[in-house]
């Protein structure tokens, strides 16, 4: 199959238009009424790209969306490494997030730190006719016996506990008392609240303000404050990130009092209302916590973007602008810092990357915050969106990242995505695990753009020389010679392959 490569703006969106039309006209008549609502085309000029988000995903229509249990579990409690975060209900939910993300940590693992192990009350028929008060607290028992260094407990409730009604707040309150005050924090996370994983993350955030910091006001801190303590919200560690992301703020003359959630403990939580900023990079899981310290603390909060040099400089003059001279011009030292690096990475990659086109699909911020570091290679982002995004990451997507006549998606289908990968044909695809090697196998170059394909860090100016060379391995590899592309391909290629 032979697809000519549009040569204006006016091209590619009608190209574009078209092929959601026909990606619809598979779909019944409702389906398809109610899909259309979800796909459109960045128009420049609009703050709006017109497409509909955080709505329910169409029964029967495969989506690749997370459920409220793994927004709270999977991303916001679940890297916090010296609680045990308990999954409530049967053993298939806490199997399948177990170890699911590269959260990186500080600890000994089983000792002060439990990220990579998985607690689970294991639900029975029985638990499920009788409850499981009584097994969830007797977990709580064992856990403390087992493991008594850890600082905390959380119990991630899974479907079943808020359908039998399983009282997770008393047990929680019972056991806080006999441990001695020890924070426990029921976490009513149920998988089918909810449109997505997204208000997981809302349920862990307003978590943490009612069992953490309610519970900790009036506490003495546990160091002396600084004019310029930060705490990083919305950074998970993912391969690193958030220990490439906090040595450029330190070495801008700040103090990082806290992480969220990668590599952070119940002590930084504790910690965080003491902040004089607080400077957010997924604002999708994280805004709503950071608005409540604005709020009840008066804490400024500012989004900021660490995925290549050029949004990093931007990041981080936007971030001192919150302090003093002293730190704005340190802001400038570490820019000029890293510019050697910088410009090694550009001259050896870009040649390389020049001109190669992406399409993105991803969870988080990653549909956004990664078009940056695409552009200082010289690649162009042709399609992006989000699995559980709000119409506000639209919004932000359509006013600062993406270019007139750019496709955009909202919890895009397994067959939709296909197909508009096929008649893109983008040089790469970021993606999920799920995707991962239905493209492989269509021969195209994928990167696996949630945890980073057991790469990374991609954040800071270290991380964005691991992300250049990720990229160009992905898309120069020798192997897609041996894959043909089905478009560029016929059957005599697969033969003449196979014969050799």
């Known amino acids: 199959m032979s697809v000519s490569t549009p040569t204006d703006i006016a091209e590619v969106k009608e190209r574009n238009r078209a092929l959601i039309q026909e990606v619809l006209e598979v779909y019944p008549a409702k389906s398809a009424k109610r899909r259309a609502k979800h796909l459109n085309v960045s128009e420049e000029g609009k703050s709006d790209c017109g497409v509909k988000s955080n709505i329910k995903s169409i029964p029967g229509v495969m989506t690749i969306r997370g459920c409220a249990y793994a927004g709270s579990k999977g991303v916001v409690w679940g890297p916090i490494k010296d609680m045990i975060h308990i999954s409530h209900g049967p053993v298939g939910c806490g199997q399948y997030s177990w170890a699911a993300r590269r959260n990186y940590y ?47 407990i959380t119990v991630q409730s899974e479907c079943p506990i808020g359908l039998i009604g399983d009282d997770i707040e008393a047990v929680s309150k019972v056991k806080s008392k006999e441990f001695g005050g020890k924070t426990i924090v ?108 604005e709020e009840k603390y008066g804490i400024p909060w500012v989004e900021y973007n660490f995925f290549g040099p050029s949004k990093i400089e931007e990041s981080l003059r936007k971030i001192a602008s919150y302090f003093d001279e002293s730190i704005q011009e340190n802001a400038e030292k570490v820019i000029a810092k890293y510019k050697a690096l910088v410009e090694g990475v550009i001259a050896k990659y870009r040649p390389r990357l020049e001109g190669k086109t992406v399409m993105l699909y991803v969870g988080g911020l990653r549909p956004r915050h990664v078009i940056g570091a695409y552009e200082d290679l010289g690649m162009e982002v042709v399609g992006t969106g989000y699995e559980f995004g709000h119409n506000d990451d ?107």
């Open 106 to 152: 500080i600890g000994t693992t089983g000792i002060d730190t439990f990220v990579t192990m998985q607690f689970t009350s294991d639900f029975q028929e029985k638990d499920i006719v009788f409850g499981g008060d009584k097994k969830l607290a007797k977990i709580m028992d064992e856990i403390e016996q087992l493991f008594p260094l850890n600082k905390g």
């Open 394 to 500: 639209y919004q932000r997507t359509a006013q600062h990242y993406v270019k007139d006549g750019t496709l955009i998606y909202d919890d895009v289908t397994g067959y939709e995505f296909e197909k508009f990968v096929e008649k893109i044909q983008p040089d790469l695809v970021g993606s999920g695990i799920k995707e991962k090697y239905v493209f492989q196998k269509m021969g195209v170059p994928f990167r696996q753009m949630h945890s980073w394909d057991y790469s990374g860090p991609y954040h800071g100016y270290d991380g964005f020389a691991i992300f250049a060379r990720d990229m160009d391995m992905a898309i120069n590899s020798p192997v897609w010679s041996m894959a043909p592309t089905p478009w560029k391909k016929d059957d005599g290629d697969y033969l003449a392959i196979a014969a050799e």
């Open 186 to 293: 029921p976490v009513r996370c149920e998988g089918f609240r909810g449109v997505s994983q997204s208000l997981g993350h809302h349920i862990a955030n307003d978590a943490v303000r009612d069992w953490v910091f309610d519970k900790s006001e009036g506490k003495e801190p546990l160091f002396e404050p600084s004019p310029y303590d930060v705490a990083i919200i919305g950074d998970y560690n993912i391969g690193g990130d958030a220990w490439s992301s906090r040595i450029l703020l330190e070495e801008m003359g700040l103090r990082v009092i806290a992480q969220w959630s990668g590599d952070g403990s119940i002590a930084e939580l504790e910690a965080t209302p003491k902040a004089k900023l607080n400077v957010l990079h997924c604002y999708r899981s994280m805004n709503y916590i950071s608005r409540h310290m």
